[in-house]
């Protein structure tokens, strides 16, 4: 029979063993977290990192709020938030260009976007759209090709930065044509769509959120989406696939919180947003915009940033695309 103190050095011990699991179940508590997109405000990334920190503060009875650090096509964001104390307290939102396009394309990147990251969930997928000046001589997308083989590096494209997702869009449709653009890059989708409105650029890839309002007032005219299938918010818009056999240029976003937060923590906000990309209201909200949710686990997360690194990394080799 155990005796009185061997019974209080037990209860002492598992006091201690409980005490982090019983902090964690407390996570956040009352101290704020900050999300950090890694773009400007107004874009997919931004809109996505708002739900989730609306959705996670009243679901975790706790405050969440956006910092966007735009800049390198994701890479400042990100890389504060992999120098970040890894108490869950700092959170980022992430791409397929801060997490699977970058590291391919800088040739100096400012964090691991493997080893300096837990990833939590892939939160949504988001088809790009290939988009042209109301006023460019090109209504299909074989006419489009025509043009630009007809006129190599006459024409520009615009993308919301170098190596962002819309940015490989366009170089992987030119090394897919055999033609020829010049890339003008922006630090936001918002400039690029004005620029694209005005003329002073005549093609672009962009995230069907940002761009589909202004195609449906007819201010841009829509040639095809970057995804292998149509779409059901837009059924009458045909694929790329159809013209460029495999043609795959989808975006997606994710939620990373710095590596070396507690697993606890990972685990407790991968269910949270996977509980919260099931949610009725927010599939709605996010289908309307022609956002596929997607609410995957931290492990399932994994593996897709392995593979979209491996399939971009060939496409920047390709293409011939590097910043120094």
């Known amino acids: 029979m155990l005796n009185r103190r061997t019974l209080l050095a037990t209860a002492a011990s598992l006091a201690v063993l409980a005490g982090p ?9 009352n101290k704020v977290v900050t999300i950090i997109v890694p773009f400007a405000a107004g874009g997919t990334t931004d809109l996505l990192g708002r739900i989730l920190a609306d959705r996670l503060g009243a679901r975790l009875n706790g405050k969440f709020i956006v910092e966007n650090r735009p800049g390198a096509g994701g890479n400042t964001g990100s890389a504060a938030v992999a120098r ?28 691991d976007h ?21 006023d460019l001589p090109a209504k299909t997308v074989p006419e489009l090709i025509e043009l630009l083989k007809k006129n190599p590096g006459k024409y520009s494209f615009g993308s919301s930065g170098a190596g962002t997702s819309t940015h490989m869009a366009a170089e992987l449709f030119k090394v897919e044509t ?14 690029v769509t004005q620029d694209l409105l005005s003329g002073q650029i005549q093609v672009s890839f962009d995230n069907i959120t940002i761009a589909w309002p202004h195609v449906q007032e007819g201010k841009i005219r829509a040639l095809a989406t970057a995804t292998p299938k149509r779409l059901a918010v837009a059924p009458d818009l045909p694929a790329l696939s159809e013209f460029v056999p495999g043609y795959d240029a989808s975006s997606w976003h994710g939620f990373f919180a710095p590596a070396g937060v507690p697993k606890e923590t990972v685990a407790k906000l991968s ?22 949710p997607v609410g995957s686990s931290s492990e399932q997360f994994a593996a897709h940033i392995a593979a979209e690194t491996e399939r971009w990394g060939a496409v920047a080799k390709k293409a011939n695309v590097r910043i120094e």
């Not at 055999?178 to 400039?191: E, F, L, N």
């Open 21 to 29: 699991a019983l902090a964690q179940s407390s996570y956040p508590g």
């Open 84 to 111: 970040a104390t890894p108490d869950g307290y700092t959170l980022s939102m992430g791409t397929v260009s801060s997490h699977a396009i970058n590291p391919g394309v800088y040739a100096k990147m400012p964090y």
């Open 114 to 134: 493997v080893k300096d990251f837990a990833p939590i969930s892939q939160v949504a997928s988001v088809p790009n759209i290939l988009m042209v000046n109301i």
């Open 178 to 191: 055999g033609t020829d653009m010049a890339h003008v890059p922006y630090r936001s989708s918002g400039q």
């Open 271 to 292: 269910a949270e947003v996977q509980a919260i990309m099931k949610e009725p209201a927010v599939i709605e909200q996010l289908k309307k915009l022609g956002v596929d």
